[in-house]
């Protein structure tokens, strides 16, 4: 069931959204493009954006009450920036891909394309636990943008 159409930059490769507050935070990817944007979410018009270094292909989000953190695919780094100026923080690492990530309390989820999915400390990353996706015995690959409602952890598969 379709609840609305909101407005959207066709151009920009989304690659991880978030709402909080009435806000909405977009990541998008694609190396030389990708940004980090506050969209006004009714609209679909630009309030803030962050340029991310051509040298990095930004992947999913999460939005914690005083910062946002946007992982990247290749690069093995997940970048902070002060939530509500979107100025950049600091730069964590770890190794892998980074497709997918989502917030559940003061903990992140984290997925790299294969069947695993990983939860991760806020404050230095460490890895907590893996959870392995499976369906009928077998495993469910190219896990990729995550969403966390407190309750659930949803995965969409890539391509699909």
Known sequence: MVVAKLPHDRQAFTQGLSIEEDQLYESTGLYGQSRLRKLDISTGQILQKQLVSPKLFGEGLAVFPHQIIQITWKEQRALIYERHSLKPWRSLFYLGEGWGLCREGNTLWMSNGTATLVQRELQ???????????????PVIYLNDLECDGYHLYANIWQQ
């Open 124 to 138: 230095n990353f460490a890895v907590l636990k893996k959870l392995s996706v499976h369906l009928k015995g077998q």
